[in-house]
């Protein structure tokens, strides 16, 4: 069955009503990636005269040029020209979770007045960039992923809203201090985990390092100004253990309650030079073109009930984790590692080895 995807539509409209193109968002994205018109016009699957009429037209639009276009030296966004992409991206980036709840559940209700019969499994799940590739990486099973921060994907399960809970726990080089509160929701005696991959988290900023940002300490210089995770996140609450560590307080920090739900959202706000750096993980840093300090890796695991009755559908879901063609696709991810993919072990309220 064919499924519903909810993405995001720009409309720019002056006064005489004329309104952009959303093309010309592809061909920004492909004048930044390739420095070539020619190249960013074959990527977006339109002719050069079609991208070259695009750029003069909105650059009317706009009143300044967007693109400057160099004979023998290829193409390079304008100032506008990269604000107009990165703010794009992040809104796409800010949204992404929230659509694709929505496009679930669009696609639950489709399925069930279709009748259609497939082993289906309720994930309620921390956001990321392999979680997300999960639906297209296991065609035989109906995974109904609902993004919501770990606290609320463990209350989930505890509920019975769901089969699994998706999230985050350090691993094991980082002291106890750093383990998230919520792991103390689990129970041992009553959970387990399916172990999914490892992820790096890091400082990301611009090319080339231009404000020579080396680590934690210096978020609390002047000239530095920072975007954050939102509270509820994994992400910030591991970036507030390393700043204890170091003895920072986050007040010091210029720019620390300024937030951003996701790593993409993060990443295009630093891309955008709205922001010198953030924390997040390394495939968003790569993503954006930015570059990347790693400083600790995480555990993504699937959280389930240890005393449920033996289930085919999950064993098969086990099966999928297990299978050398995921597990290839998660290594693709940027700092992702399919690291004991698809085992299982005793749930705990401390890193994982």
């Known amino acids: 069955m064919k499924k519903i995807t909810i993405e995001p539509s720009w409309i720019f409209r002056d006064e005489n009503n004329r309104e952009i193109d959303n093309k010309l968002f592809e061909l920004l994205h492909g004048i930044h990636e390739f420095g070539k018109l020619t190249e960013a016009c074959k990527a977006a699957s ?7 009429n695009l ?18 030296r290829g193409a390079k966004l304008n100032p506008i020209g990269e604000k107009l992409l990165w703010m794009r991206e992040r809104a796409d980036a800010r949204f992404s979770p929230q659509m694709s709840n929505l496009a679930t559940e669009l696609n639950t209700e489709l399925r069930r007045l279709a009748a259609l019969e497939q082993p289906k499994i309720n994930i309620s799940a921390s956001h990321g960039y392999a979680v997300a590739m999960l639906p297209e990486l296991c065609p035989e099973l109906d995974l109904v992923l609902n993004y919501t921060h770990p606290r609320e994907a463990i209350q ?66 002047d000239d530095i100004k920072i975007i954050n ?42 891309a955008a030079n709205m922001a010198d750096t953030g924390f997040g993980v390394g495939h968003a840093a790569k993503q954006f073109g930015l570059d990347f300090l790693h400083l600790a890796s995480e555990h993504y695991v699937f959280i389930v009930n240890k005393n449920a009755e033996p289930d085919a559908t999950r064993q098969l879901f086990i099966e999928q984790l297990k299978s050398v ?24 309220h401390t890193a994982l080895d």
């Open 46 to 52: 339109i002719s050069y005269r079609h991208g070259w």
């Open 55 to 72: 750029i003069q037209n909105w650059s009317q639009f706009f009143e300044t040029e967007l693109v400057a276009l160099q004979k023998g």
């Open 156 to 221: 989930a399960l505890l509920d019975g809203r769901c089969d699994m809970a998706g999230l985050h726990i350090p691993c094991s080089d980082l002291p106890a201090g750093a383990h998230p509160e919520y792991l103390s929701m689990l129970n041992p005696n009553e959970h387990e985990i399916i172990r999914f991959c490892t992820r790096q988290q890091g400082l990301m900023f611009a090319k080339d390092n231009p404000k020579d940002i080396e680590g934690i300490s210096d978020l609390t210089r």
């Open 229 to 270: 995770r939102n509270p509820d996140s994994g992400t910030r609450l591991l970036l507030e253990y390393l700043l204890l560590q170091e003895g920072i307080e986050p007040a010091s920090i210029n720019g620390f309650e300024s937030e951003e739900f996701t790593h993409s959202a993060v990443a295009a706000h630093i």
């Open 325 to 348: 063609e995921l597990q290839r696709s998660i290594r693709r991810l940027f700092g992702y590692h399919p690291i004991s993919c698809g085992e299982v072990q005793p749930a705990i």
